[in-house]
């Protein structure tokens, strides 16, 4: 059981550790958690097929723990987030569950908690996660009481007012819904803008029957890239839940932190928050006009800092974009579609703008693999064999440790972070220097394998 409440959210395999039994069980021990507020929580779902019935197994929980429901169906993530800012029939909800197994394959399903407009993870989760092993056997009737709710319609009328002035936009683009959910709500807002677009795998199907919705994977991206290769300049990619972007021009694959380069130059005096995979280009080009924190990898750490910085902008190299300015400081693949769109409009030259900013040679994520019990020991064990590096090491400048240990050196940096939700090792290299990356890679992976014999 243990092995389904991660650092970020709920996740394991339907019917397996995400069974009637043990879903009714977080349904209830959240429920008494939600109580106090207030006791209202909503509820949306993904495409996998099994969403449904997870909802129902979450209904009856809450019932139990004597909340009231509101469902709202099969909506994308950023609808459910945006759910906790609105009243429908005049109340408010106190807390959210998204249902979506996000970009992981179709067996697997999972629950993405907010609670009084704030992420629940970390040690909330873990600690629900002991209430429920020690009541494992505790019996949850059925009841399916709720009310249903229209925030996907509200979601849909938001942003097409907000956005109103993009009518008129004549760039054609085309976007890849990958079979997730961003298609419920993405060709609405697309036609009632009046855009002129081409959609890929628009319908929700949990099989996901075209490719895997992750567009951090090259492979998933193909049939967007033949589509850029012929009649388009701009594709944008969806992951399997909206909260990721993929954004896409006839030369580059737009990565998170370059986005956040492109949003923030618009803002002013803008805070920016990235993660510890970030470019130091990044840093450096916000830090010229504004302010940049590294911080945490993960969507719930972001929203916290965000919050506690009261800053404009949230970004993470694999595509969660976060807009607390003009916005709510939540991840939305959609809503950051519409704000590029907007960049665009306004004569943003995207190509010819990464061409200006400084060249730097980098890895993709590097995965080392390793176990669960041994991936924070390995970061530790590095961080005191950093201390005292071999003579042939290269000149560590500096040595940050927010997250896992970012080794700063003369030409570039190299990232090791233990992963919060798989048995791994995340490394990452860049540099200035063309072969310095491979350099700093090899040079930290001998050190964590003189750091796996120690243990």
Same mark, same amino acid.
């Given at each position: 059981?243990?092995? +389904?409440?991660?650092?970020?959210?709920?996740?394991?395999?339907? @019917?397996?550790?995400?069974?009637? !039994? %043990? $879903? =009714?069980?977080?349904?209830?021990?959240?429920? #008494?958690q939600v109580k106090p507020l207030g006791g209202v929580v909503a509820i949306g779902y993904d495409a996998r097929n099994h969403s449904p019935k997870l909802c129902e197994y979450l209904i009856s929980g809450f019932n139990k723990a004597g909340c009231i429901v509101q469902n709202m169906g099969l909506v994308a993530t950023p609808v459910n987030y945006f759910a906790n800012y609105q009243s429908f029939d005049g109340v408010t909800p106190n807390a959210s569950v998204m249902i979506t197994g996000s970009h992981?394959?179709?067996?697997?399903n999972g629950f993405k908690i907010t609670v009084d407009k704030k992420p629940f993870f970390g040690e909330d989760i873990y600690a629900l996660g002991d209430m429920i092993e020690k009541n494992i056997n505790m019996l949850i009737?059925?009841?399916l009481a709720c009310k249903h709710i229209n925030a996907k319609e509200r979601y849909i009328d938001y942003l097409v007012e907000a956005f109103a002035h993009l009518r008129g936009f004549e760039t054609p683009f085309v976007y890849d819904c990958g079979n997730g959910v961003a298609g419920v709500v993405v060709l609405?807002?697309?036609?009632?803008?009046?855009?002129?677009? &081409?959609?890929?795998?628009?319908?929700?199907?949990? %099989?996901?029957?075209?490719?895997?919705?992750?567009?951090? $994977? *090259?492979?998933?991206?193909?049939?967007? =890239? &033949?589509?850029?290769? $012929?009649?388009?300049?701009?594709?944008?990619?969806?992951?399997?839940d909206a909260d990721r972007l993929a954004f896409l021009t006839k030369k580059n694959n737009v990565k998170g932190d370059i986005m956040a380069i492109l949003f923030s130059k618009a803002m002013k005096n803008p805070i920016v928050i990235g993660e510890v995979k970030c470019s130091q280009v990044m840093y450096d080009m916000i830090n010229s006009y504004g302010k940049a924190y590294m911080y945490k990898t993960g969507? %719930?750490? #972001?929203?916290?800092?965000?919050? !506690?910085?009261h800053a404009d902008f949230a970004a993470e190299v694999s595509g969660h974009l976060f807009f607390n300015d003009r916005y709510f400081g939540y991840d939305d693949a959609i809503y950051a579609t519409l704000r590029m769109l907007e960049l665009l409009q306004d004569g943003l030259h995207v190509d010819e703008f990464i061409d200006t900013l400084p060249q730097v040679f980098n890895t993709e994520e +590097? &995965?080392?693999?390793?176990?669960?019990?041994? =991936?924070?020991?390995?970061? *530790?064990?590095? =961080?005191?064999?950093?201390q005292n590096p071999p003579a042939d090491f290269p000149h560590i400048k500096e040595i940050i440790t927010v997250d896992g240990v970012r080794v700063v050196f003369d030409h570039g940096w190299g990232l090791v972070r233990a992963s919060n939700t798989t048995p791994i090792? $995340?490394?990452?290299? @860049? %540099?200035?220097?063309?072969g310095k990356a491979k350099e700093y890679e090899t040079k930290l992976n001998a050190l964590i394998q003189i750091a796996k014999e120690s243990l």
């Open positions: 059981m243990q092995s +389904i409440f991660r650092e970020y959210d709920i996740r394991g395999i339907f @019917e397996q550790e995400l069974n009637e !039994q %043990s $879903v =009714k069980l977080i349904g209830y021990f959240l429920g #008494l992981n394959p179709p067996q697997y009737e059925d009841d609405e807002i697309f036609q009632r803008l009046g855009f002129t677009c &081409k959609g890929l795998f628009v319908q929700p199907d949990g %099989s996901f029957p075209n490719h895997h919705p992750d567009p951090t $994977v *090259e492979e998933n991206l193909k049939d967007i =890239k &033949k589509e850029l290769a $012929v009649d388009f300049d701009y594709g944008f990619a969806y992951d399997g969507h %719930s750490n #972001l929203k916290v800092k965000i919050a !506690q910085l +590097i &995965k080392v693999q390793t176990t669960e019990t041994q =991936k924070f020991q390995l970061v *530790e064990k590095l =961080k005191e064999l950093l090792l $995340v490394t990452r290299f @860049e %540099s200035t220097i063309e």
